[in-house]
């Protein structure tokens, strides 16, 4: 019994909003059949805010891919010994994972 029952509303509003997805959750083993949508009969879809963007422009999809190339690049410069900060202070901040 998974989780997303607790948040009926949550998946009517992606649904309604991405599309259908009985087939990958088939595929994957989550679901048998399509017989889960039953439990979303009468719901009434949330369409409020996402805590992540619904969808991500060009530049968002490259800071998300890069931040795992600056990760590395510190990871390598601290093994050298030397000061990452200053390799990419070129780098805005807000790109360098801060688990790093």
Request: aromatic fraction near 12%.
């Amino acid at each position: 019994m998974g989780r997303w029952r607790d948040h009926r509303s949550r998946v009517a509003g992606q649904l309604d909003l991405h599309g259908p997805i009985t087939e990958d959750l088939v595929t994957f083993g989550y679901e048998d059949d399509d017989s889960w949508r039953q439990e979303l009969e009468g719901v009434t879809p949330y369409r409020g805010r996402s805590h992540h963007s619904e969808y991500f422009s060009r530049t968002d999809l490259w800071v998300r891919r890069s931040m795992g190339y600056v990760g590395a690049l510190i990871v390598l410069a601290r093994r050298m010994g030397v000061e990452p900060m200053r390799l990419v202070d070129w780098i805005p901040r807000r790109w360098i994972p801060s688990q790093i």
